[in-house]
């Protein structure tokens, strides 16, 4: 399967946000309950490092940073968020936009890349650990969905191993 890596556009956004969806119906990929409008998603998420996967002109992946923090010291701090629609994932297209999302990110001078993941996601966690990320924290009853029930989540980062 051949597919290509590019930069996300304002195009990609009806196509990106239904994958986005589908991850949100699963309870365990955000603790996000609905969907956000262009405006909200494009206003949370770092301007730059914001990529998709296109294959056969679809979109079947996407990848984007946000701001952990607006202190300076905290510049080169992204938690990352990483969405493949369902009929693509466990073929690569996860891992190969990681390993983008992270030169890119590196290319911005950004040191870690962080990701808080719901213990349930098992192919999340795999996808992150054959990348280079590792467990740094976890947290017990961190988020109450509106059903009533709580998650546990992995705190996973990489360092930049070119900047630091």
Known sequence: MEYIIEDMKYNHWESVSKIYLDGIKTGISTFQSELPNWEEWDS?????????????????GWVALRSTSNRIVYSGVAEISIYVCSKYR???????????????????????????????????????????????????????????????????????????
């Open 90 to 164: 466990g073929l690569g297209v996860g891992k190969k936009l990681l390993e983008s999302v992270i030169k890119a990110s590196e290319q911005v001078g950004i040191w870690t890349l962080q990701s808080t993941i719901i213990k349930e996601n098992i192919g999340s966690l795999s996808l992150h650990r054959s990348v280079g990320f590792r467990e740094v924290g976890y947290r017990e009853k961190l988020g109450r969905m509106k059903d009533g029930r709580w998650h546990d989540v992995y705190l996973m980062e990489k360092r930049s191993e070119k900047i630091i």
């Open 44 to 60: 949370a998420n770092l301007k730059s490092c914001r990529l998709v996967a296109v294959y056969n002109d679809q979109v079947i």
